[in-house]
């Protein structure tokens, strides 16, 4: 099935369960016909988040307060306060963006003087059972 901006993101019920499949991101051509290639579950929802982070406020058309400031933190001092600035401000970033995942938890921690290391942990709303854990590392 071809890709058009009518169909990039669909919502396909069966049964009681609700599939949703995406571009897989960075884009990626595979298979005959030059299609892209799709991701959707927790592969969709991993790369929404990472999305999110990496966005900067305005940064995105027609929703300009989409994302988190996190870049801007870029060249802070790597100290408890600028942990505790990431965290929040990804914690409050992905609870406003994300509606498929709850219970966010974010842990920031100094690898060296110029690493953080970010951990984030949440739940997947539809797979309640099971934590999922995304590794970022940012230089600071």
């Known amino acids: 099935m071809p890709i058009s901006p009518s169909n990039d993101l669909q919502l396909v019920v069966t049964g009681q369960k609700k599939k949703i499949s995406g571009l897989l991101y960075p884009m990626d051509v595979s298979g ?3 299609y892209f290639t ?3 579950g927790k592969q969709l929802i991993r790369q929404s988040i990472v999305n999110i982070v ?11 307060s989409f994302g988190s400031n ?57 797979d309640y059972d099971k934590i999922e854990t995304l590794e970022l590392l940012f230089d600071v």
Request: glycine share 4%; net charge positive.
């Open 32 to 34: 005959v016909g030059g």
């Open 54 to 64: 990496m966005t900067l406020p305005g940064e995105r058309p027609m929703m300009p």
């Open 70 to 126: 996190l870049k801007r933190l870029a060249f802070s001092p790597n100290d408890s306060i600028t942990r505790q600035q990431i965290t929040e401000e990804i914690t409050t970033a992905i609870e406003k963006y994300e509606p498929r995942v709850t219970n966010v938890s974010v842990v920031a921690s100094s690898l060296d003087n110029n690493t953080l290391k970010v951990v984030l942990s949440y739940r997947i709303r539809s």
């Open 38 to 40: 799709r991701a959707e």
